[in-house]
């Protein structure tokens, strides 16, 4: 084992790339050139193959289209290392998916299965191996499929000599290969076993979500929720006061001018005449053109945005298509009431990802069972792969019926993006503009509903750092004069399982929640349901003193193991919720429960306040 390597140059290495190890969203790609060719390669098929050319694309089919300089640049483009001496090279990928990367045997990479290994206790991880002399070295793309996971990179020198290892792509990382060593920089897979050879080598590691650089197969698709001429995707979102604002916005086919709202009290939707109160208010449209979905390629989005409503009102209104005609049903919603005037309700749900028609069901239950509840927090991961259209159109639809009168407040997480800017995310959402100016509006923001205050956050650490949005928090946590303080974001701070910690989180935002009073900090990510005793500086609160309550739980249908910590009250596995809060300013209390998918409460406790 080269573990005087480890000591005398990778240490170093470490030292140096630490700083760079999150590349953030705000700076350029690692993969520029890269992205730029594959983008040209989509651009010629687009121009060339058959719509079912391009639905039916193979790994070996993408290969043979390209032409020689984007063969070249494919086969040594993704993963660049300068070497000190010369170095057997070992790349190790996951098989399930079955994709070989086609450059490895056109390079005269050896296939060795006597250094396969396995990651996360369950993923076979086969191993190919080449020389290379010292110099740079460039290696390929995972994948066409964006199904591989990149691939791990073992340095071995050769007769066990010294080696100087540099990544030359920013964001990768040295570290010794060792057992339950942490394999990539934004997930907690881990070493589960390792032949002896690799054993103690330098190992180069990236992000799972860079599996995504190189799709083609699969980029080509099709939507089984196409739009019409017919409104949908009808929601409502805050923008402004909830007592006096809410922002609607549905969808339809094609390109189209604005369409219009039809607005009225529900109080005199009965009078003989037209409603006094009614009345048209004109859409703004934007048109959403994602080339990919070959059977709906553009959609219009529109959006009016309601700023002089009464608040504790009830309001109906229909949408039309961007002609004044099509208009939908009738549907409603309510204003927020004044601070301390009525009791309201809301909802907490963990990721939906996956499942997204159990899902449906799941939130389709809660506004059954809890009809006045007042609005919806999502805990971020709302679809699996947050780049492609035809998952945020299931969402929609699963969604729609309920949010369509509830408002729903989302945060955003790993699979909302999944690694890169998430650009499908922020155009299909209307979401506040007062979060922190260092990030795109509507990746954090906060909202005042009655006596709470929410603040929703971006925990992708991995692509942007959390101090980022450090000052910004303090502030709007100190001036806020609520009753109660709320915080929801993606990655928890404290997790069900000790592989699934977020250190870098906790270290930036614990002071703050304690500081400022958080009482309940809404989380997800963790694919499973706990509760903790109320926290302060990490550690249980003595009773009659105040902790922040950490949640976590999940409404989809993947799920994980746990291995409780210690303060936790409460956790569930293979268990899908959806939690209700009911809040009355009048006696300044909290009720918190978590129902399953069976109707079964599973956990609840209360919280009061002067």
């Not at 860079?210 to 799709?215: C, L, T």
């Not at 009464?310 to 009431?337: I, N």
């Amino acid at each position: 084992m080269q573990t005087s390597l480890i000591r005398a140059a990778v240490t170093g290495i470490l030292l140096a790339t630490l700083g760079v190890a999150a590349v953030s969203a705000e700076t350029q790609s690692p993969h520029v050139e890269l992205e730029r060719a594959v983008s040209g390669v989509i651009e010629r098929m687009q121009q060339t193959l058959s719509v079912e050319e391009r639905l039916t694309l193979t790994p070996e089919s993408a290969a043979s289209f390209l032409n020689g300089r984007e063969r070249q640049l494919f086969s040594t483009g993704f993963a660049r290392l300068q070497v000190s001496t010369p170095v057997t090279v070992h790349v190790a990928f996951e098989s399930a998916p079955g994709e070989v990367p086609f450059w490895l045997p056109a390079r005269g990479f050896e296939r060795r299965s006597d250094l396969d290994f396995l990651v996360k206790g369950e993923d076979d991880y086969a191993t190919w191996s080449k020389r290379f002399p010292a110099g740079e070295i460039g290696l390929g793309i995972p994948g066409f499929t964006g199904e591989m996971k990149p691939y791990l990179i073992f340095i071995e020198a050769d007769n066990s000599a010294s080696v100087e290892v540099e990544p030359l792509v920013p964001g990768v990382d040295v570290v010794e290969a060792t057992l339950g060593q942490q394999v990539y920089l934004d997930d907690d897979d881990d070493l589960t076993t390792l032949p002896d050879r690799l054993l103690g080598l330098p190992m180069l590691r990236s992000y799972e979500s860079w599996e995504f650089v190189a799709r083609l197969v699969g980029y080509f698709r099709v939507t089984d929720y196409p739009s019409s001429e017919r409104p949908d995707h009808v929601q409502l979102t805050w923008q402004g006061d909830p007592a006096s604002s809410v922002t609607v916005q549905w969808r339809t086919r094609g390109e189209s001018a604005g369409g219009r709202l039809w607005l009225a009290r529900r109080s005199e939707l009965l009078q003989e005449d037209n409603p006094g109160s009614a009345r048209i208010v004109q859409a703004e449209p934007f048109v959403m053109t994602t080339l990919q979905i070959e059977n709906d390629p553009a959609v219009t989005l529109h959006r009016a945005t309601l700023d002089d409503l009464a608040p504790a009102t009830d309001y109906a209104y229909a949408v039309s298509a961007g002609d004044g005609g099509q208009w939908s049903e009738l549907r409603s919603f309510r204003t927020a009431a004044k601070p301390g005037d009525e009791p309201y309700s809301f909802v907490y749900l963990g990721d939906p990802q996956s499942g997204l028609d159990r899902w449906g069901e799941l939130i389709r239950q809660s506004d059954y069972r809890f009809p006045e509840s007042r609005f919806y927090l999502i805990a971020g991961d709302l679809i699996d792969e947050g780049t492609q259209r035809d998952n945020w159109d299931q969402f929609f639809a699963e969604s729609s019926p309920v949010f369509d009168r509830r408002p729903v407040l989302p945060a955003i997480g790993n699979h909302d993006s999944h690694g890169g800017h998430p650009t499908l995310y922020l155009q299909q959402f209307a979401l506040p503009d007062n979060g922190t100016d260092t990030l795109d509006p509507g990746r954090t923001y906060h909202v005042t509903y009655q006596d709470m205050l929410v603040v929703v956050m971006d925990s992708n650490y991995d692509l942007i750092d959390p101090a980022t949005q450090t000052e910004w928090l303090d502030r709007v946590l100190g001036e806020s004069d609520a009753r109660w303080k709320t915080v929801i974001y993606h990655h928890p701070l404290y997790a069900s399982h000790p592989e699934r910690d977020n250190a870098p989180l906790r270290d930036a935002w614990l002071p703050i929640f304690d500081r400022h009073g958080v009482d309940i900090a809404f989380q997800g990510h963790d694919h499973a349901y706990m509760r903790t005793q109320p926290l302060r500086g990490g550690k249980p609160v003595a009773e009659g003193e105040h902790g922040t309550v950490y949640l976590v739980a999940v409404s989809g249908t993947k799920m994980y193991e746990q291995s409780l910590p210690e303060f936790a009250v409460f956790g569930a596995t293979d268990t899908r919720t959806f939690q209700v809060i009911d809040v009355d300013p009048g006696n300044g209390t909290l009720r918190y429960r978590a129902i399953s998918e069976a109707g079964e409460v599973i956990d609840e406790f209360a919280l009061q306040k002067p």
